[in-house]
């Protein structure tokens, strides 16, 4: 048996939602965000699941809440404020556009979240399935979502076996997931086919023996469930290479924040400089001393590595004790910290790693209690 073509697939019968919607009522997860209607929330709740599991979303969500309880008071907060509570949950610029956006709905719209799609949509780091889920979710209107998992559920209903990023699939998926959506039920149809594609319709292993909609499902009767969606064929990413070094002074250590607007903008690192061609590292590393007008004796202390989403990089990290306090470093966005000041920081990943690096070298002669 082949696969319709997209383009002829037929709609589905109107049995889906109701199947859905049915297994939801039985076996719906029971969440934090699931017990309110406030969009306020229910906004934080999706921006912090885009690329994050629910079980680490959850305590980031309540610690969040707890601390800005309305639009109007994350509005009023500093952008460092917001960016320490988003530390260690990643993907950092969710947390500066969740911030620019409560300024502009602040502004804009009298501190309410917008009803409609394209003001939703105006808003920094609101795209249109988050839109959806939002409008869905907190205002019972019947807009479609496509994120992640419904993609997927979506690609098998239908067995999508063509690359669905590509714009034609993308349109397909996105009528697709209007014409499925319940009338009667969006609030809770959105999180129901949420909950499918992340409970039973999983990337590896559906599990289609329990599945509430396995009587519609294409890719299940022609035994593809767990080959669709198409996969991209993984690249190899480029390897970076830089020189990082932890500078004390009297117990404290030298840290710098990095600019907003760029690639990790807010967030704090260990003074570092890109590696380029074949250069050494110990004279990248005094390059990097001269630069900051230290003083000291470098010891290499060794690498860490960690992967961004488009590059690999590899950190050689060097210790020096440092003598003196530079003017350089006194007039620019660098400060000294005790270590127990930049545990609690919101340091970058590479740099964490960086950081467990000087843990364990020093833990034994009682720096870090400094
Ligand atoms: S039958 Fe299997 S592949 Fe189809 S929607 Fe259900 S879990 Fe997913």
Request: hydrophobic residues 40%; positive net charge; proline residues 6%.
């Amino acid at each position: 048996m082949t696969p319709l073509p997209v383009e002829e697939s037929a709609p589905l019968d109107g049995g889906f939602a109701e199947k859905l919607l049915q297994w939801y009522g039985l076996e719906g997860r029971d969440l934090p965000w699931r017990n309110t209607r406030d969009p306020f929330r229910i906004w934080i709740s999706e921006i912090m699941l885009q690329q994050t599991g629910v079980e680490t979303v959850i305590p980031y969500y309540e610690k969040f809440l707890a601390r800005f309880p309305d639009i109007v008071s994350l509005a009023n907060a500093d952008i460092d404020e917001v960016i320490a509570l988003w530390a260690g949950l990643g993907y950092y610029s969710r947390a500066r556009n969740l911030h620019a956006a409560a300024v502009m709905v602040k502004n804009r719209f009298e501190g309410s979240l917008p009803k409609n799609l394209d003001d939703l949509m105006s808003l920094p780091g609101i795209g249109r399935s988050t839109a959806g889920a939002i409008l869905a979710i907190a205002f019972d209107q019947k807009t479609p979502i496509l994120d992640g998992n419904v993609r997927r559920i979506l690609c098998r209903i239908f067995a999508v076996e063509e690359d669905p990023r590509r714009p034609v699939i993308e349109k397909k998926l996105w009528q697709w997931a209007d014409d499925l959506t319940s009338e009667k039920r969006p609030h809770d149809y959105s999180q129901a086919i949420m909950d499918l594609g992340a409970t039973l319709c999983t990337p590896r292993h559906p599990a289609c023996d329990r599945c509430p909609v396995a009587a519609c499902c294409r890719a299940r009767q022609l035994g593809k469930a767990a080959e669709l969606p198409v996969r991209k064929q993984k690249k190899t990413l480029p390897q970076r290479r830089e020189v990082v070094l932890l500078l004390s002074q009297r117990g404290r250590l030298l840290v710098r924040k990095r600019p907003y607007g760029g690639m990790l903008g807010g967030l704090w690192e260990f003074p570092s400089l890109i590696r380029e061609g074949k250069e050494n590292s110990a004279e990248v590393a005094a390059k990097l001393l001269a630069a900051l007008d230290a003083e000291g004796t470098l010891e290499k202390w060794g690498k860490s590595r960690h992967t961004y989403s488009h590059f690999h990089l590899e950190s050689e990290v060097f210790f020096a004790e440092v003598k003196t306090r530079s003017q350089r470093i006194r007039e620019s966005n660098q400060t000294w910290l005790p270590s127990s000041e930049i545990a609690a920081l919101a340091v970058h990943g590479a740099h964490k790693k960086v950081f467990r690096l000087l843990q364990e070298k020093t833990a034994k002669n009682g720096f870090l209690q400094k």
